[in-house]
């Protein structure tokens, strides 16, 4: 009996442990994303690109709209080479000092940074997929 209730419980928190190791859907970055501000504007300026930072959330609706619906789509992918790209996620230690560097103040929060790490727009709040390409493309004309 003894031996059963304890491969019982290992099995459970072999269990409890796998299951709060899998990232959740929301915790996923988009594709082509970088998850570190410092590594992307590192790489802005040394490809000389602007750095497009998003601030975000995973438990933030309109953040996972724009995560599913926007960043895939055409419209947005045709920029994709254009900009380096990092995807923050505010409740995180890591993306704090950047946050605060940006003032944040709602999310989702889109930051267009120059190479030189001056920043040149932003962009709070969902927006559709023309529109989203729209800001892009007169960032890039700012940068």
């Not at 190791?21 to 690109?49: C, H, I, V, W």
């Not at 890591?94 to 920043?119: D, F, L, N």
Request: charged content about 20%.
């Amino acid at each position: 009996m003894k031996i059963i209730l304890l491969a019982i419980l290992a099995f459970a928190a072999v269990e409890v442990v796998a299951f709060t190791q899998k990232p959740r859907p929301g915790d996923m970055r988009p594709e082509g994303f970088l998850s570190n501000y410092d590594t992307a504007l590192s790489q802005a300026k040394r490809l000389n690109k602007p750095l497009v930072a998003v601030f975000s959330a995973s438990w933030c609706g309109p953040c996972q709209l724009m995560k599913t619906k926007v960043y895939p789509d055409p419209k947005v992918r045709m920029y994709r080479d254009q900009f380096v790209w990092v995807y923050l996620d505010v409740d995180k230690d890591s993306t704090v000092s950047a946050a605060i560097r940006h003032q944040v103040r709602g999310i989702p929060s889109v930051h267009v940074v120059s190479p030189e790490g001056r920043e040149v727009s932003r962009r709070v709040g969902a927006s559709p997929p023309q529109e989203f390409s729209r800001f892009l493309a007169l960032a890039l004309a700012k940068s």
